[in-house]
């Protein structure tokens, strides 16, 4: 069971990842390292590490942004390889480049797969080279007003405008009339600028009743790719993620194997390697289109967990330190149902502003095969203004969807967490709502069923 290859991580993140990391690296009796802020100095993270090392001030530019301090910690501590978990430097392909330099080990995929899909024109270039289905638009290089509107005209409204270094639902538009073209252009090129530095668009049709069907991929050094299924994210606020579930309901075998087919084509077109997410819309007629390849593991990962019996942490060491993928296509299978409900301190009656404060009392629902919350909290601990407000993210599995829908608001009811508001009630009247049980699933779900909601 033991890799032998590394004997020490470096974990270059913080919170619920990074304890979640630290738990499959103990498993396999590799040693951790932890890196931490000012505001983390007593956080679940540092303590459940082997060792730790500050890498600077609260806000994350100070710290878990700057790349070349946790290259030094990994040094100093004599780390082989560097997990980055999600968001911060996971999909930096300066980063990336920075531990290859360093001769450490970075667990993901090698810089020129992130670089391809840094920018979403970029990779719909490649994309569409592999024979992957895209949404239709425009993803050229020509950024002058006069074309963008040309295209989005001749596509027909409604469009999409979005940033092409975007990311997190910012810089995106949509755009219902001709007449609307220019503000909206106006607004996205902004709000990219700001966001990422880049004011780059491109434009795409905007399909009116998606659902966003991703497929998991894993690739070996040794040339070898497997998906492992689909997770439905269409319940979203703000193109945000709020529950998702694994496998995606009505999927037939015919439609499973064609997407996870176009992911593995996907993956193979960057010479990928590690984990990876293909993003799809799929629309009601059944047409899938490619949307954009995470090159990470996602937040949402243990709904596939749950369904395949795998550990994807153990998969990203393993094939990081050089092994073949663990399971070929054929011993892979989906059991059961799950969800998972992401839990923040927010307020959803304030615009589901982000709440900050000391969780006072925390007491999640017991733990067991049918219930796993990762959390990177406890009891006293603060949630600051410096980083994600997500406090846990709560796994439900069962025989069938039915029957995890059932533990999902179970668990939510025995979720109790005072001293601060959550959207534990917001996420519990949505998982109980009728149109919810009978998988009336796309992206407009909360706009649509607002009232019920709340
Ligand atoms: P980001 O990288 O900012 O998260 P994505 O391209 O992944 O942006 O899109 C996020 C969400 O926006 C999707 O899950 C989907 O709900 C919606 N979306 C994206 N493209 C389209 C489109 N062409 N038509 C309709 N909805 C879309």
Not at 67 to 73: D, F, G, L, P, T
């Amino acid at each position: 069971m033991t890799i032998q290859y590394f004997h020490k991580i470096l974990i270059a993140n913080r919170g619920e990842i990074a304890c979640r990391v630290i738990r499959t690296a103990r498993k396999l009796g590799i040693r951790t390292v932890a890196v931490y802020s000012d505001a983390d100095k007593d956080a679940l993270h540092v303590s459940m590490a082997d060792e730790a090392i500050h890498i600077g001030a609260a806000p994350s530019r100070d710290s878990y942004l700057v790349y070349e301090r946790v290259i030094e910690a990994a040094k100093k501590t004599g780390a082989e390889a560097i997990h980055p978990g999600y968001g911060f430097l996971s999909e930096n392909a300066a980063f990336c480049k920075a531990c290859k330099d360093n001769d450490i080990v970075f667990i993901g995929p090698p810089v020129g797969a992130i670089e391809a899909m840094g920018s979403k024109s970029a990779a719909k270039t490649i994309m569409e080279k592999a024979a992957v289905p895209l949404v239709p638009g425009y993803h050229g290089d020509d950024q002058s007003r006069d074309i963008l509107k040309q295209a989005a005209d001749e596509m027909g409204y409604p469009v999409l405008l979005k940033a092409v270094a975007g990311g997190g639902g910012k810089g995106m538009r949509q755009v219902w009339s001709e007449a609307d073209f220019d503000e909206a252009l106006e607004a996205a090129k902004r709000e990219s600028l700001n966001a990422f530095g880049n004011e780059d668009m491109l434009v795409e049709k905007y399909l009116t009743q998606p659902r966003h069907v991703e497929i998991q991929v894993f690739c070996d050094q040794q040339g070898n790719a497997v998906y492992l299924f689909e997770r439905d994210c269409s319940v979203q606020r703000r193109h945000q993620k709020v529950i998702e579930e694994a496998p995606a309901p009505g999927m037939t075998e015919t439609l499973r194997s064609a997407m996870g087919e176009a992911a593995i084509r996907s993956a193979q077109a960057i010479n990928y390697e590690g984990a990876g997410t293909v993003e799809f819309l799929l629309d009601s007629d059944g047409s899938f289109y490619f949307m954009e390849m995470n090159t990470r593991l996602q937040v949402e990962h243990p709904v596939t967990e749950m369904i395949t019996g795998q550990d994807l942490v153990e998969w990203q060491l393993r094939v990081a330190a050089g092994e073949p993928l663990p399971a070929s296509q054929q011993q892979l299978s989906i059991s059961g149902h799950a969800f998972e409900a992401r839990i923040y301190a927010e307020d959803p009656d304030n615009d589901f502003l982000p709440v900050t404060g000391t969780l006072s009392f925390l007491q999640p629902p017991a733990s067991s095969d049918h219930v796993r919350v990762d959390t990177g909290v406890l009891q006293g601990d603060e949630v600051s203004v410096y980083y994600d407000p997500m406090i846990a993210k709560l796994i439900v599995w069962d025989e069938t969807r039915e029957k995890a829908l059932q533990r999902l608001t179970q668990a939510l009811k025995d979720y109790r967490i005072g001293g601060m508001t959550t959207n534990i009630d917001f996420l519990y009247n949505l998982a109980s709502s009728k149109p919810f049980a009978e998988a009336e699933l796309d992206t407009g779900f909360i706009e649509k069923h607002h009232p019920l909601i709340f």
